[in-house]
């Protein structure tokens, strides 16, 4: 069965993933935090297990979140939520297995089959994920994660004055051209670790 849908794209991907002083074993124990610590990012953002989807990609995840759910939501909330629940995980991490991300916010159509969700907008959403600015503004950075916020999913953040200051409008280059989007850096606080 075939369905349009309206989503919410969520995008993570963890820096450094396959980096030679990480074993096979600390990969895996990256992924089951990252995995924990979105989980319980979107419960924090009032997202139940039944309004989203996560799509694997080894080294990070793509989750594909009702639209209902808001990017308002998204960029106050579930995003803040997850540098603290990062932050704690690599805490208590080995040297080896400690994540920072690259995150892309993103909002459109899609369709669904049997198989997952397909249409230009999910590969928006993995285009501004693996820019090289992204790659670039993180590697930078001591931040624990950069998160790249699409035009579309800017005009629905901007107006409620969540943008300010903290994000830059820079252009990310695609496969297939350039996309404008917003760029922050959140670093862990302690008004965001719990």
Not at 56 to 69: F, K
Request: charged letters at 20%; one cysteine or more.
């Amino acid at each position: 069965m075939i369905e349009h849908v309206r989503k919410i794209f969520f995008g993570l991907d963890i820096a450094g993933f396959n980096q030679t002083n990480r074993t096979d074993l600390a990969c895996l124990t990256m992924r089951q935090g990252l995995y924990e610590a979105l989980g319980r990012a979107l419960a924090a953002g009032g997202q139940g297990a039944e309004s989203y989807d996560l799509l694997d990609r080894g080294d990070g995840i793509m989750a594909v979140i009702d639209d209902s759910a808001g990017i308002h939501t998204l960029a106050r909330t579930v995003v803040p939520a997850l540098v603290a629940a990062i932050h704690e995980y690599n805490g208590a991490a080995g040297p080896g297995a400690q994540i920072r991300l690259r995150a892309a916010l993103h909002h459109g159509d899609a369709f669904r089959d049997d198989h997952g969700y397909v249409g230009r907008q999910v590969s928006h959403a993995f285009r501004l994920l693996d820019g090289p600015e992204l790659r670039g503004m993180l590697s930078a950075s001591t931040a624990v994660l950069v998160l790249a916020v699409s035009e579309s999913a800017w005009h629905m953040l901007e107006p409620s004055g969540s943008g300010g200051s903290n994000y830059a409008d820079i252009l990310i280059s695609t496969k297939e051209n350039t996309a404008r989007a917003w760029v922050a850096e959140f670093r862990a606080t302690p008004a965001l670790v719990r």
